[in-house]
């Protein structure tokens, strides 16, 4: 707890994840869109996206369940009770319901009550978006405890006709404790979003008069997205660099969104980082959308590799078009 003049920080204190238990392999979505008549292949999966493995939900389980998974290891991690919370902030596009949040669900399942909650929505960038919000509430006195989490199950929203989505994506969930802090976790912050790009990743349904309008499943043009992210991506991070005042040989780690192999390479050769630099986990769940930085995060320091005072060079690009980094100090 700082004094009430110290300057006024938030810290990450501890990381957490959670993947459903089905893994479906390269293999199994082979075999699944054959059923369908639809030919893919293991090599064009790797090749275009460095995607081996996702996991998906079973019926019944929604983001609010992976979330409480994610977010009871980050408070052990933390050597936080939930009771301390008084923040909890989650990044979903696939929330349990149309309304409340999924954010108040989390709560109650945490078995916490009265503490602010809510839920951010920006897609593939929900995890950026919502820590610079629960970072912007901590410096500015609103909250001093919150959870931040990513929490995704987008196997209810694929579309498994169209084998140029549907080998993409899978279910899971990150999490973080963001603490108020009297020295500096979170250096900066950048977010960014342009509508013009709306149609290019979106599910254009609604729910209206009891029935769904339009189609409730996930439609990308997904070279148009790849051009897109690989053209913001250095942007965000040279600002974030700017505005902390370090330069790319201070990163000691990047953790971008966890999409595309090739998407993550390009930025981190664009800041002239070694690839021993970034963080990959893609291979292993596939794209979680606001779930896959906090879960690649969580997997680094779970593994050593990230370790106390390392800086970190979180990234999110997606849907909206939104995008946007956070630069911090472990
Ligand atoms: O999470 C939010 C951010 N999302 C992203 O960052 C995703 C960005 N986009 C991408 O990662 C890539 O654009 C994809 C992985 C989605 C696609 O890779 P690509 O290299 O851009 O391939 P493409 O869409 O240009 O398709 C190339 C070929 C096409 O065949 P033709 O027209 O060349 O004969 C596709 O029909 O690959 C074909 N194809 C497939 N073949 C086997 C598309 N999907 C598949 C598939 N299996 N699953």
């Not at 929490?151 to 990150?174: H, K, P, Q, W, Y």
């Not at 002239?272 to 879960?295: I, M, Q, R, Y």
Request: glycine share 10%; hydrophobic share 45%; charged share 20%.
């Amino acid at each position: 707890m700082t004094s009430p003049h110290a300057p006024r920080y938030s810290r990450i204190t501890g990381t957490g994840s959670c993947l459903p238990p089905h893994k479906l392999s390269n293999a199994d979505m082979v075999a699944l869109l054959a059923a369908r008549g639809i030919e893919t292949s293991d090599d064009w999966i790797v090749e275009r996206t460095g995607i081996r493995n996702r996991h998906f939900v079973a019926d019944g389980v929604n983001a609010s369940d992976l979330a409480l998974v994610a977010c009871r290891d980050a408070l052990e991690a933390a050597g936080v009770k939930a009771d301390a919370v008084d923040l909890i902030v989650v990044a979903t596009s696939t929330p349990d319901m149309v309304f409340p949040s999924t954010a108040s669900i989390l709560q109650n399942k945490l078995g916490i009550h009265g503490c602010a909650a809510f839920d951010v929505q920006a897609v593939c960038s929900g995890f950026v978006y919502a820590l610079t919000v629960a970072d912007a509430m901590i410096k500015t006195g609103s909250a001093r405890c919150a959870l931040v989490v990513g929490s995704e199950v987008f196997s209810r929203i694929l579309n498994f006709d169209d084998r140029t989505t549907c080998v993409l994506f899978g279910d899971g969930a990150g999490a973080v404790v963001l603490q108020e802090s009297a020295v500096p976790g979170i250096l900066a912050t950048d977010l960014h979003a342009d509508g013009r790009h709306v149609g290019i990743l979106c599910v254009p349904g609604t729910v209206s008069g009891g029935q769904v309008i339009g189609s409730p499943l996930l439609t990308m043009d997904g070279p148009a997205v790849f051009r897109l992210a690989v053209g913001v991506l250095e942007g965000a991070a040279r600002a974030v660099l700017d505005k902390a005042g370090r330069s790319e040989a201070d990163i000691d780690w990047l953790v971008p969104h966890q999409a595309n192999i090739r998407i993550m390479q390009s930025t981190a050769r664009k800041l002239k980082l070694p690839l021993e630099k970034l963080v990959a986990t893609v291979d292993a769940h596939g794209n979680t959308s606001a779930a896959s930085v906090p879960l690649a995060l969580d997997v680094a320091v779970k593994q050593g590799r990230i370790q106390a005072g390392d800086t970190v060079l979180l990234e999110g690009v997606g849907g909206g078009f939104t995008w946007g980094a956070v630069l911090l100090d472990y």
